[in-house]
């Protein structure tokens, strides 16, 4: 399709409970929301950039201006058929992986459309449900935290997930392991240890994690590799996984077991499906990760995570856990054994809520071709 315009949306979302991970805590999302227009389709994108640089370097503010300035404009007035032309268009500017994502996740659901074939059929999926798991933030109490697992748990998620930090870490394991000797858990430090923390790290191999994700440095593989020789529970890296070329380089060097999958934080599908691919290849099961998405990107997740080696629970859960409306209809729901089921229906299977949409944009504006 030609692109003739690209609209640019910021929403103001409160979280139904505040998220917080070892770098802070986030009670209202700042959604970015990207539409292509062309040719009487839309296609839809979210940039997942966090409300400040605490996660990666991205944040809102910053990818509103490099979309503005200078993503859109590779792609005005060009005629787009794929989302696989897009990141060589947008080549020329270095990193904004978020950003990237957004423009290129929209040409993708606007192509699925195009085709009248379901998004996650484009993409190469292969499963017709996924595995939910959840990812539970930093609380106020270790009672609180114990309820909420209570609660996911007794939802069905196959997986859970909690955010660790130094002085929130062992206890915490403990108490839940005490409570729930049997269930798949996994921990996510996000950058919050160093290699000098090893010794306390290798305490949590009692626990019987599924995986440590991200213990050290955002943009680390060496350390987290002599750190998983040290450790019997695999490591899994999110952050330090920009592309298809990190991903090999750490699985060849050992860093990880296992690999978290961002489409965000790889720069859109085409990076997330090498990275898939160089994960397959090497016997690595990936899963997908989330960054509080709104219904836009939780469905483009959810068709993410049909391709065939997405054999871990992902971090992709219901709705309904983030926020009292979401922009989406229906929205994501998990079923009480824990999965997402994809449909039939072309493009990305859920509609929007476009008054929805409105009530909830704070700012908004429109680029065209010149
Ligand atoms: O590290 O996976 C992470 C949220 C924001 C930033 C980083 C992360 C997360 C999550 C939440 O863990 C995943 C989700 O429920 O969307
Ligand atoms: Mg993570």
Redesign the pocket.
Known sequence: MKIEAITLRELEMPLAHF?E?SFGRTYTRRILLLTLHGEGLEGWGECVA?ENPF?SEEYVDGAWDVITRYLAPMLLGKIVERGTEVPGLLARVREHPMAKAALENAVWDAEAQARDIPLWKLLGGTRREIASGV?IGIQDSHEQLLEKIETELAAGYQRIKVKVKPGWDVDVLEKIRARWPAIVLSC?A?SAYTFADTGHLRTFDRFNLLMIEQPLWSDDFYFHARLQKQLQTALCL?EAIRTARDAEAAIELGACRILNIKVGRVGGFSEARAVHDVAQRASIPVWC?????SGIGRSHNVALSTLPNFTLPG?V?ASKRYWKEDIIEPEVEVSPQGTIAVGDRPGRGYELRPELIHKLTVRQQTLKCS
Do not use: K
């Open positions: 998220f991970t966090g996660y990812s996510d996000n999110d990760g989330g960054m509080l998405e971090d859960s």
